[in-house]
């Protein structure tokens, strides 16, 4: 009985000194909270700068940068806000918790915000590339949803005919997109190499991250790209990026046996075929960053630095001038490439031997690239009828009418052609575009239309 009751004593007397040690630890965080919070925003103070430079190097809605050293320290302890047996110091866990809440927080309204910026558009044209250009511009400005930045590089004398051809559009659609025109660009010192490498000026899309360096992100398009849905949807790729991605870019090819890369190349290049550079989303934040490895020296180059000596070191062996340098960089570097299918950089190529882009087939054609002048001459002409549908489209007329009808009756006389025999792909994206731009224009009818008219 004795044993009974000492065991009694014992426990009342520890429940006792265990409440006072709760009531003690209690009041000392009670009394301490001001601090907290007052530590807390200074941190947010101080890390406001830090905080946003962190999720403007983000690409597009995800990517933000690992910080395991620093905030993953709650989660790695495995710790919690209220510990009363082993109470951490504020510093390790408790101001960086609410550091990573904060961050959170923010990384979700920057989200939120990332979702209806507008697109920024980058294309070169030197040349006889104007009315092209212009119908590559048509082509995203038709579809798209959201509001596009249009970066035109293009030679001085072409200049005022962009401006004017773009001015004299309708006010409506000129409410939809932003423009800016550059002059060709080029390092000083090595300037008529890089013009005159492949085409006139298509080197220019190199230099673009050190032309444009406060645009964090930017599809680059060739001149001769149609966009078949809005450029919104290859945007959002910049999303599936993951922490090592810097670009996204198409394969040259899909089937080996008409690889160019894997039957002729004389340099190294990305992956099994090699890939297309017509079409071109960038991280331009994170390219800017990056070290790259190379085959040149043991030490890693950043983008300003290894142009040029690939240049210097395969100039003889390079067919596809700027697009080749690009290959050699990711052979070295393919961690840092996201690769989209075939779907988002639909050229001859994919249908000329027989239908070879088995994403296309299946979903239909997303971006049409008319390579080796298929919109000007008689090779292809499925290309070619898309290419001039779009071209005499006016804006503001009926899509189904003015631009499906005729498109359809055009493609019906291209059927002697493999590409002709695919054209129905062509065609089963841009009706849903269509589509999907006659319902947003008739919903924001019904909207006006629901308004009441305001009062004298």
Request: hydrophobic share 40%.
């Amino acid at each position: 009985m004795r044993c009974y009751l000492r065991a009694f004593l014992l426990c009342v007397v520890f429940c006792f000194f265990s409440l006072l040690y709760v009531f003690s630890h209690l009041a000392s965080t009670l009394e301490n909270r001001d601090q907290w919070n007052l530590k807390e925003q200074e941190i947010r103070d101080r890390s406001s700068h830090d905080t946003e430079h962190l999720l403007r190097k983000t690409p597009g809605l995800k990517g933000l940068r690992d910080r395991n050293d620093e905030l993953d320290r709650c989660n790695s302890l495995s710790v919690s806000y209220w510990n009363p047996y082993w109470r951490l110091p504020a510093d390790v866990c408790g101001v960086n918790c609410l550091l990573e809440s904060t961050l959170r927080e923010r990384s979700v309204f920057a989200a939120k915000e990332k979702s209806d910026e507008r697109s920024h558009l980058a294309v070169v044209a030197c040349g006889p590339r104007l009315e092209e250009t212009l119908t590559m511009l048509k082509s995203s400005i038709l579809f798209s949803k959201k509001p596009l930045h249009f970066y035109i590089f293009a030679e001085d004398e072409l200049h005022d005919s962009f401006k004017n051809a773009l001015d004299s559009w309708p006010r409506t659609v000129q409410n939809r997109f932003n423009f800016t025109i550059y002059s060709i660009t080029f390092p000083k010192e090595n300037a008529r190499e890089w013009k005159k490498l492949f085409k006139p000026c298509a080197s220019q899309r190199l230099f673009l991250p050190l032309i444009l360096k406060e645009v964090d992100s930017l599809l680059y398009v060739d001149t001769d790209i149609l966009f078949l849905q809005p450029v919104e949807d290859i945007w959002a790729l910049l999303s599936q990026f993951n922490l090592s991605h810097l670009a996204a870019m198409a394969p040259e090819h899909e089937e080996p046996r008409i690889g160019w890369y894997n039957r002729f190349a004389r340099h190294p290049y990305y992956g099994k075929t090699g890939i297309n550079s017509g079409v071109m989303l960038m991280n331009m934040t994170r390219l800017r960053e990056k070290f790259f490895k190379n085959d040149m020296t043991p030490v890693a180059l950043r983008w300003e630095e290894i142009l040029m000596p690939l240049l210097q070191k395969y100039k003889l062996n390079i067919t596809w001038g700027d697009q080749d340098l690009l290959n050699i960089i990711f052979h070295h570097n393919p961690e840092s490439l996201y690769v989209f299918p075939c779907q988002w950089n639909y050229r001859p190529d994919h249908c000329i031997y027989g239908s070879n882009c088995q994403e296309a087939d299946q979903e239909g054609v997303f971006i049409l690239h008319g390579n080796r002048g298929v919109y000007h001459d008689d090779k292809q002409p499925a290309f070619r009828a898309v290419y001039e549908a779009i071209r005499k489209y006016p804006f503001g007329e009926n899509m189904e009418t003015s631009l499906l009808q005729p498109l359809e009756a055009s493609l019906q006389t291209t059927t002697h052609t493999y590409c002709g025999r695919a054209s129905h792909l062509f065609m089963k994206r841009l009706k849903q575009s269509v589509m999907s731009v006659q319902i947003m224009s008739q919903s924001a009818t019904i909207c006006q239309d629901s308004v009441p008219a305001s009062l004298p």
